[in-house]
């Protein structure tokens, strides 16, 4: 018999993940679940934590470097940069506003949401971090038989530390100008701040800063520097790779014991659980289609003239088609090149250059959906994010996305990084598990789709796109 894929393999994990939870929740099983399978899905989202922090500084770092000489680079490398950022920042921008919109996570019942709440907090109290939006269920008379409860449940997961003295800490606001989040961009210690789910930004920061410092010293000196850093960010890969073949065994664990700590024995609170995930799911599609078959096709006819609607679609298909059944924007890379050169007229030159830039730092697609799962799952868990806290979601989940390697599932890893920026979770990753995979798949349309859109903007910028055939002329 033929070896399954490894993404049929983690569906399979998935889908015996929730019947675990439901026979767990039929028997009464939730407490041997959460002892001796949970543990596991604990695992798998360190081992994820542990390679997504370097995975990321190398990678920035990696795809600011192979840029190339900026003195050579000129005009077209700035134009480049700026329309793939332009694109990154309104792809967030329509997944803020549909999620702000629909409001998945709102609409499951409320009971189970305190219950989120409160698990939440209580995270958050083992961790030193301050509640988001001040609010304190753990301090209320009303919640404090069922704390006591959903403690006993997640007390493996908990630091051991006094709950009590945790929060005190946590909640203690520190008075900070209106400029402190700038100068809490700009690490003091590199590594202090690789050392700290709190300080992403930090991280990012550098390695933008490290990565063009490279491009300004001479090229013999900066090569060392470069192969090594390549080959580290190609280490980390590999142990991405390693991890994901272990991963339909760690889903299996990670799906049934949360949704046992979610839900306990009350088969209703899963249902509960996949409700608000199918909306979820709806917001990440709508938003998807939107880049997809509103926004890019808007942007062309702005900007190309004498490209159809549908001779657009027409010339990209193959790529996209390519790229929904991959999920990697690397593997699709060359039928995308051949797709814009021999479809679009786009000359190999702005091909070879803006193409793999974009397979590398233009994720829109997994922005956009990195978007919609952190203010989901703040949703679920009754925390209100403020503008400023969902502007640092704009800003870590553009600049992550640099990082992120074009390879499936990598947006999972990245989307730790963006959860970790806001003071949530990184372990409600699994919450929205079970339908990564088929949303994965469209994202990777919307990336390739935005490579093949830049592409031809920079193309026309340039003079140097010249349409093959009627096909893809409007009809005068």
Known sequence: MKKLALHWQIIIGLVLGIVWAVLSGIFEWSEFTINWIAPFGTIFINLLKLIAVPLVLFSIINGVANIGDPSSLGRMGGKTLLAYLATTLLSVAVGLTLVNLMKPGKLIDEQSRIDNRISYELWAASQNLEIKDGVNYLKNPEFSQRAQEIYELSKADLADATVKEKMETANQAKEAGPLQPLVDMVPQNIFISLGDNGLMLQVIFFALFFGISLLFIPRDKAQPVMSFVDGVMEVFLK????????????????????????????????????????????????????????????????????????????????????????????????????????????????????????????????????????????????????????????????????????????GLVMLIIVLQSVGLNPAWIAIILPVDRILDMCRTVVNVTGDATVSSLIAQSEGMMNFPGNDLRKNN
């Not at 664990?253 to 609170?269: E, F």
Request: hydrophobic share 55%.
């Open 239 to 410: 142990m991405v790779d390693l991890v994901m073949r272990a991963a339909p065994f760690f889903v299996f664990a990670l799906l049934a014991g949360v949704v046992s700590k979610m839900a306990g024995d009350d088969l209703g609170k899963i249902t509960e659980i996949f409700k608000g995930l199918s909306w979820y799911s709806l917001a990440v599609f709508v938003g998807l289609m939107l880049m997809i078959f509103v926004i890019y096709p808007i942007i062309i006819k702005l900007f190309i003239k004498g490209v159809s609607y549908t001779g657009f679609f027409k010339a990209i298909s193959p790529a996209q088609t390519l790229a929904f059944s991959t999920s990697s924007s690397a593997a699709t890379l060359p039928v995308t090149m051949e797709c814009v050169e021999d479809n679009m007229g786009v000359d190999k030159k702005i091909t070879s250059f803006v193409l793999p830039i974009g397979a590398t730092v233009n994720m829109d697609g997994t922005c956009l959906y990195q978007a919609v799962a952190v203010v989901f799952l703040a949703q679920l868990h009754m925390i209100d994010l403020t503008i400023g806290q969902q502007l640092t979601i704009v800003l870590t989940a553009t600049l992550a996305s640099i990082g992120s390697a074009a390879v499936p599932s990598a």
